[in-house]
C-alpha cells in the first residue's frame, strides 16, 4: 500500500517524443517543392542578410547619389526612401532578424533543458516521498494499536 498514487501528465509523455521547436524546425519540407523553396530562400537570405551585403548595397546606392542631388529635393528624397533606405536595410533587418532567430533558438533549448531539469528534480522528489512513505508505513506497523 502507498500513500500516494502519482498520475503523471500526458504532456510528459508527447514531451519526450519531441524536440523544442526551433526557428529552422518551422521550414515546410513536405514536398521536393517545399524543400527547393525552402533550400533556396535560406541561400538567398544568407547571402543577401549580411552586413557585406549592405555595404555593397550602400555603394550602389551612393553610385546615383550625384544624380539624386542634381535632380533637386524631389528626387533627392526619392533616392533616400526608394534606392537606399529599401536597398540598404534590406540586408540589416534580414541580418538583425537572423541574429534574433538564433537567439531565440538558444532560448527556445535552454528552455527545454531547464523544463527537463526539474522534471527529472520532481520524479526525484516523487521517489525520495516514496521511500519516506514506505518507511513510515514499516514504522506505524509496529507501534502497537496504530491504525491505517
Not at 15 to 22: H, I
Not at 45 to 70: E, K, N, Q
Amino acid at each position: 500500500m502507498s500513500l500516494y498514487t502519482h498520475v503523471p501528465h500526458p504532456h510528459i509523455q508527447q514531451r519526450k517524443l519531441t524536440a523544442p521547436v526551433t526557428v529552422h524546425s518551422q521550414h515546410r519540407r513536405a514536398s521536393r517543392f517545399d524543400r527547393f523553396n525552402a533550400y533556396l530562400a535560406v541561400k538567398i537570405t544568407d547571402s543577401v542578410g549580411t552586413m557585406w551585403c549592405a555595404y555593397a548595397f550602400a555603394l550602389l546606392a551612393f553610385v546615383s547619389l550625384p544624380a539624386a542631388i542634381a535632380g533637386g529635393v524631389g528626387t533627392l528624397i526619392s533616392w533616400i526612401a526608394q534606392t537606399f533606405l529599401q536597398l540598404v536595410l534590406l540586408s540589416i533587418i534580414i541580418v538583425g532578424q537572423k541574429v534574433a532567430g538564433r537567439a531565440a533558438d538558444k532560448r527556445a533549448i535552454a528552455t527545454y533543458k531547464d523544463a527537463e531539469a526539474v522534471l527529472h528534480e520532481a520524479l526525484q522528489i516523487q521517489e525520495h516521498l516514496a521511500a519516506q512513505d514506505a518507511l513510515l508505513m514499516k514504522l506505524e506497523a509496529r507501534i502497537p494499536g496504530a491504525t491505517s
